[in-house]
């Protein structure tokens, strides 16, 4: 059993009413109960966090060493672009994380296409909305048990 943590950055608590042609309908609170579910019918355990503050993020990547958190889903939001705090913080507990996002981050906005943590992460899954966290649960599964 793996114990994983899903680490949402700012303004992913307005998902379902904010922009939902670029983040979808479906509410983090939603989005969550399916991964959740899905984890826990693999026989690990998952924990989610949202936090809008930069700071309090980085405190959630130091508890998760403290908490033996095996994987970190990660969607640094805005965050992203600007954050070398959460970069050291992630690299400081070498906790393997796979970075996440909604839209299509690539197609969008020139400053959206820099990110501060891709060439640390596990792999980058973007643009499939609120799918993108199934998928990377996905992908840690296989890091676990190989097919």
Do not use: W
Not at 61 to 81: E, L, M, Q, R
Not at 93 to 104: G, T
Not at 112 to 129: E, L, N, T
Request: aromatic share 8%.
């Amino acid at each position: 059993m793996a114990n994983i943590l899903v680490l949402n950055g700012p303004n992913l608590n307005l998902l379902g009413s904010r922009e939902p042609g670029q983040y979808g309908h479906r509410t983090l609170e939603e989005i969550m109960e399916d991964v959740e579910r899905f984890a826990g019918a693999c026989g690990h355990e998952l924990q989610h966090v949202q936090e809008n503050s930069e700071g309090v993020l980085v405190e959630a990547v130091h508890k998760a060493a403290n908490d033996n958190v095996d994987y970190i889903i990660f969607n640094p939001a805005a965050y992203t672009h600007t954050s070398v705090a959460l970069r050291d913080a992630l690299l400081a507990v070498r906790i393997p994380f796979i970075e996440v996002h909604l839209s299509a981050v690539a197609a969008r906005e020139p400053f959206r296409q820099v990110s501060y943590f891709s060439d640390i992460a596990m792999g980058v899954i973007q643009g499939f909305r609120g799918e993108s966290y199934m998928l990377a649960m996905q992908a840690i599964i296989n890091q676990i048990e190989p097919q």
